[in-house]
């Protein structure tokens, strides 16, 4: 694949992910076009970004890098309201399981919870300027691919392979307590690097990391997990 090569999300498209694409196409087609000059370029630049020099940039790219620590985002009650949400909505409508076709996990869509803007508005505000710094990318063109809570349980879906994103950037953040499972983490192949998170940390990586989660061996473990990607990629949302 070539760094200018469009992503996919896990590498697949599932029946869900393709009415979603074709929902969206539709949409933007009754919004004004965007101007995709200087998008172009600046995706183009950061995709080829590793070849050059930090010091050439003028900032640490996140492209093929070391995952970074974006710091805490969500407050311990702002995580409980989170849990809370995630805990009423799954009581009635329960886990889905295939959302993502190569990989799925056992998860739910952040835009069924009742603070669904919450969320997007809180990662939105954290992310897209940090991405800026990162990449060089501008905060307009900054969007969700997706965004979604997995729901890790020593009962059911207890881990997750080796796989890489369909998107530029990848959030991670643990949103329960370590004291409520063993095991866990992130673990990323060309580091050799397994995360422990802090509740409440947003790690962000290179979509195209080849990473995977280690499994738990008791309890459960909650995890706030967004695509994060430029407009006009798989699943555009354009921002008002």
Partial sequence: MSDTDDLDLFGDVSTAEQAEHDKLQAQRRNQAPVDRSPLDYQRRRYLQSHHVPPTELGF???RNRHPLNFGQIFSAPERQQ????VSAYVEHQGWTTQRHGAFPTRDIPTNVLSIAHTITS????????????HTGIDIKYWTFRDIFIVGYHEAHQRSLNMHSDGSLASLTLLLNEPCEFDGGGTFFEKFALRIEQVPGDAWIHDGRL????????????LVLVAFIDTIGGYTDILRS
């Fill in 60 to 62: 640490e790219t996140l």
């Fill in 82 to 85: 989170i849990l809370d949400s």
């Fill in 122 to 133: 809180r990662l939105e505000q954290t992310l897209f300027p940090r991405l800026h710094e």
């Fill in 210 to 221: 080849d990473h995977s989660g280690v499994a738990i061996t008791r309890g459960k473990r």
